[in-house]
């Protein structure tokens, strides 16, 4: 998907925040994995759904509502050490480009806007297929897996307390999943 693909030509679909979600996971003192889920994503994807290397996507996720299930550990990753949520409510991203892989998958690449932090990603997406809305409206779904894995400190999160091992408390690389639904009026 690229950045500057001609949308004249291509449909526009929207993301469907009752029906996407992006979760993220850390290893938490090495031994265990601690899961998050973000607020709601919004956005707009340009494709042709037999070609996605000539579209384009831009989404964004909102990170106020982030949930762990644990009241006092969302407050630490709301804070100014982790997502800082008070100046930066929103993670943007951008596809700059995307090369099929096989069978569905796709290597998205783009700009990732983190914390006041922009990075070149590179997304693993799965093309998860189309439907005609069965619940009588007229327009298409389809719907898509992305997983990626970043490290938290080129985006500014600094918060790094020490194990007496040496190790960090919160590991650097944190992991994504976004499950997306959109949809396209017919």
């Not at 291509?10 to 979600?21: F, G």
């Not at 964004?60 to 982790?82: C, M, N, P």
């Not at 690389?173 to 009026?185: D, L």
Request: aromatic share 8%; proline share 3%; with cysteine.
């Amino acid at each position: 998907m690229t950045a500057d693909a001609t949308h004249t030509t291509l449909p526009t679909w929207s993301i469907d925040s009752c029906h996407s979600q992006a979760s993220f996971t850390a290893r938490h003192l090495r031994i265990a994995a601690v899961t998050g889920i973000l607020g709601p994503i919004t956005g707009t994807l340009h494709f042709d759904s037999h070609d996605f290397r000539m579209g384009s996507a831009e989404a964004f996720i909102d990170v106020t509502a982030l949930s762990t299930g644990h009241e006092r550990r969302d407050d630490d990753l709301r804070s100014a050490g982790f997502f800082d949520v008070e100046h930066y409510p929103t993670i943007w991203f951008r596809s700059t480009r995307a090369e099929h892989v096989q069978n569905g998958k796709y290597l998205v690449r783009g700009e990732l806007t983190l914390k006041g932090v922009v990075r070149s990603v590179v997304l693993d997406v799965t093309y998860e297929g189309k439907i005609a809305d069965p619940y009588g409206a007229e327009s298409v779904r389809a719907g898509f897996t992305v997983k990626t894995a970043i490290s938290r400190k080129e985006f500014a999160m600094t918060h790094d307390p020490l194990l007496e091992t040496g190790d960090a408390v919160v590991a650097d690389t944190i992991k994504a999943i976004v499950h997306v639904q959109v949809v396209r009026e017919r």
